[in-house]
């Protein structure tokens, strides 16, 4: 008897310990530090733009090592929503999707030290804002040509109107059906403005190019294959702007969103305490001088410029649920796509 | 002696009244919190029900049928006003029977078919929390059939029970707050209502030692029974003192009478007898029959002195004229055994104010005293003067003085050690006590210079 249940132990483990191969997609993978704790992040936000804060953390903690795992938004959801991936904190930029990981319950109520943090940039104990981005225009100053700077909507789309020639399949945005973040953002503007649908239609007769992420856009429009990217997170073209003098970054007047990146600490973490330690040391000042640094704009007041009057940024609020609805999106992609292909 | 004390029941009217309040202001702090939680819930609950009530209907009101089918506006406005009391979890589900359209897959659907105009109200557990959840139906014309769907709205209520555990926190502090006050006032609150019970306590016991008046200080009403007690007492006490006394006196008074009448049958049979041997026998009871005649003299002037200090009424009257009068009275006693008697002051008048009789017995008392215990040919000294607001008026002998260390002999039949060979009741010096009491003065008895007793009246000039 005693045989059968070790057998059955020694078979249960071995279960346990071949795991399925993950279903989820992760772009790039980097560790830092070498400490013998994991903490594993899964997140939306480019390695590239994160590097810094995180050898930064790693030094302060040589207990820790850090596995970060980078996929995009709608992966990173799929993981902890549909498909329980271990992960000790996840960070992300798709408001309406972090939102809807907490209301299901995937998050647990974790108390890290977060200092000056606005009550609208978090949701009850389990999903903090760690980031403000604005979402910004792009355009090349050599694209462009003669054709004035636009200023607000009305102007991009007269511009685009006015020159399908010129501007002819090289005009960007995101994919929304690829990108969560790309849904949430045209969700935001049709719901903010009736003109959106317009600047929309005019995309869709231009041959707009939809990518899935902010960084690919930025490299096709550095290469001088693209004019106007619109919406784009603003920390990704950071890096570049002062460097390359024909990047312009447009903040239209009329409005200009800012998301908040959240993370949330889910509830089968394997290390909750190494989780909430990153946590506090991302809501930490010297961690968010840095992020607004490349932001443009503070989340915590002090840490950066404020921000500018055309900023309008989101809230971290049951509000967000709704855009996760399945009868909406597929409302919401339909109008798209009917905007998108026309003819 | 000392006044006999009660035994104690075990417990204090004070302490016991201070416990009561403190525990009955516990009970109201407790019983204020459970209500104030009470209330704060269902007051909470019913303004919330409301808002998920008007949520329901305004998902409810963003469904339209179209021609591909359903369209529905999830309203973010509702969504955000939904979660914004205490950032609450909220879950939704749009079915058409038993198939879901879109929303939360499994969310528990109301017992009852909910109509379109009012929602439902229940609550359920989903996803490890307890939802209240409000549920609405709407008929859509959908593949040219009306369908009806069920809308459920759910969320949690964490910020409903964070008001109401706040609220009755709030309602705890102020019952603590109430407490720290309750105490102090609670021993306050005692103190006023035992303070009657003092001050009767204390009226009753500084009453002087013959005060058998009936108590009329102001009691409060509860107390009146225990009053009205003490009185009847005081009344029996006082009819039985009154009827010794008069026994006394009129025991003292039907002796008097024969005791003068024998002695003189005595006194005329000593003058007829020749026989030195009865002669002798006569003398000895012609003397104790005076000592028992003065004896009965005394004990009605003692009771003569106590029915008028319990009578008292004083009129302005002349000091010096009376002490005279009274010496005169007693000269012939003096004269009998050769004793001087020296009067100063005498001769000017010094008015107080006195009850004539009671003075006259208290002088005659102490004059008696000092020609009992002074020598024959000895010599007496009478001084009238003024000391302060009093007069002083002072009868000095040389007889054998007082005994040491014992100077209180003022006390009824108290006599000192040294006078065993004369007869006396020792009540004497009582009357005078009393007498100077009863006017307000006093009465001292002091050593002699050399030998022999000062005996010193003080009287109140009027």
């Known amino acids: 008897m005693r045989h059968l249940v070790s057998a059955a132990v020694v078979i249960l483990a071995a279960c346990l310990i071949v795991r399925p191969v ?12 070498d400490g013998p704790r994991e903490v594993s992040v899964l997140s939306t936000t480019d390695l590239a733009a994160i590097d810094k804060v995180m050898q930064d953390f790693a030094a302060t903690r040589p207990d820790l090592r850090i596995r970060y795992d980078q996929a995009a938004s709608v992966e990173v959801f799929r993981a902890i929503h549909d498909e329980g991936a271990a992960y000790d904190l996840v ?14 319950g995937f998050a647990a109520s974790v108390l890290p030290r977060m200092g000056r943090l606005p009550s609208w940039a978090r949701w009850r104990d389990q999903l903090y804002g760690v980031a403000l981005e604005p979402v910004v225009t792009l355009a090349s100053r050599r694209g462009l040509g003669d054709l004035p700077v636009p200023r607000t909507r009305r102007d991009l789309i007269a511009m685009m109107r006015e020159n399908p020639q010129a501007l002819g399949g090289r005009v960007a945005t995101y994919d929304p059906q690829q990108s969560g973040v790309g849904y949430f953002l045209i969700s935001q503007d049709s719901q903010e403005s ?5 600047l929309a239609e005019v995309m869709g007769r231009l041959n707009t190019r939809l990518f899935c992420c902010s960084v690919d856009m930025i490299n096709e429009l550095r290469a001088g294959r693209i004019t106007i990217a619109y919406n784009v997170v603003a920390s990704y073209a950071a890096r570049f702007t002062p460097d390359d003098p024909d990047l312009v970054r447009l903040v239209l007047e009329d409005y200009t969103f800012a998301i908040v990146r959240s993370a949330l600490v889910p509830v089968n973490a394997p290390d909750r305490q190494g989780a909430t330690d990153l946590l506090s040391y991302l809501l930490s000042d010297a961690a968010q001088t840095r992020i607004a640094a490349d932001a443009g704009v503070a989340l915590v007041p002090g840490t950066g410029p404020d921000p500018s009057v055309h900023l309008r940024p989101i809230r971290l609020d049951a509000g967000l649920l709704v855009y996760d609805d399945q009868l909406r999106r597929a409302g919401l992609l339909a109008e798209w796509n009917a905007a998108m292909v026309q003819r | 002696m000392r006044p006999g004390q009660a035994r104690p029941a075990g417990f204090s009217l004070r302490r016991r009244l201070v416990w009561q309040f ?3 202001s516990l009970l109201l702090v407790v019983a204020l919190f459970f209500a104030v939680r009470f209330a704060a819930e269902r007051a909470s609950r019913a303004s919330q029900d409301a808002v998920l009530g008007a949520a329901v209907i305004s998902i409810g009101d963003g469904i339209r049928a179209v021609d591909e089918g359903l369209e529905l506006d999830l309203p973010y406005a509702t969504f955000s006003m939904l979660g914004a009391m205490g950032d609450e979890r909220i879950f939704y589900s749009l079915m058409i029977g038993e198939r879901l359209v879109t929303g939360y897959q499994a969310l528990p659907q109301p017992q009852q078919v909910p109509g379109d105009l009012s929602p439902v109200f229940y609550s359920d557990d989903y996803k490890g929390s307890r939802l209240r959840l409000a549920a609405i139906t709407r008929r859509v014309l959908l593949e040219n059939r009306m369908q009806e769907i069920t809308v459920v709205l759910g969320q949690t209520r964490y910020g409903q029970a964070a008001i109401a555990r706040d609220t009755a926190r709030g309602a705890l502090w102020i019952g603590v707050v109430f407490l720290a006050f309750a105490v102090p006032l609670a021993l306050w609150a005692t ?6 019970v003092d001050r009767l306590a204390e009226a009753v016991t500084r009453r002087g030692p013959h005060d058998l008046r009936p108590v009329r200080h102001p009691a409060p009403r509860e107390l009146l029974p225990l009053v009205g007690a003490l009185n009847g007492f005081i009344a029996r006490l006082r009819g039985a003192l009154k009827l010794a006394e008069t026994f006394i006196f009129e025991a003292a008074h039907r002796i008097r009478t024969p005791l003068s009448l024998v002695r003189t049958e005595a006194e ?14 006569l003398r000895r009871m012609v003397r104790a029959i005076g000592e028992s005649s003065r004896s009965a003299t005394q004990i009605l002037d003692h009771a003569m002195v106590l029915y008028r200090s319990d009578q008292f009424s004083a009129a302005k009257m002349d000091l010096a004229t009376l002490a005279r009068s009274v010496l005169r009275a007693v000269d012939p006693l003096a004269e009998l055994r050769d004793i001087q008697i020296k009067a100063d002051g005498l001769h000017h008048a010094c008015m107080i104010d006195g009850d004539e009789r009671m003075i006259e017995v208290a002088l005659r008392n102490m004059l008696d005293n000092a020609l009992k215990y002074s020598n024959a040919e000895g010599a007496i000294h009478v001084a009238l003067t003024r000391d302060g607001g009093m007069a002083r008026l002072s009868v000095t002998d040389q007889g054998r003085g007082l005994p040491a260390g014992d100077t209180d002999l003022t006390a009824q039949f108290q006599r000192g050690d040294n006078v065993g060979d004369i007869v006396g009741s020792g009540l004497g010096l009582t009357i005078v006590a009393e007498v100077a009491m009863a006017h307000g003065g006093r009465f001292q008895l002091l050593p002699g210079k050399e030998k022999g007793a000062c005996a010193i009246l003080y009287l109140p000039l009027s």
């Open chain 2, 22 to 24: 403190v525990a009955l």
């Open chain 2, 268 to 281: 005329m049979a000593l003058a007829e007898t020749t026989d030195e041997a009865v002669r002798v026998r």
């Open chain 1, 91 to 104: 960070m992300s930029s798709a408001m309406d999707l972090q939102m809807k990981l907490a209301n299901d």
């Open chain 1, 22 to 33: 993950a279903a989820y997609e992760i772009e790039e993978q980097r560790t830092f530090g």
């Open chain 1, 194 to 198: 009736d003109g959106f649908w317009r």
């Open chain 2, 191 to 196: 103190q006023v209502v035992v303070r009657p």
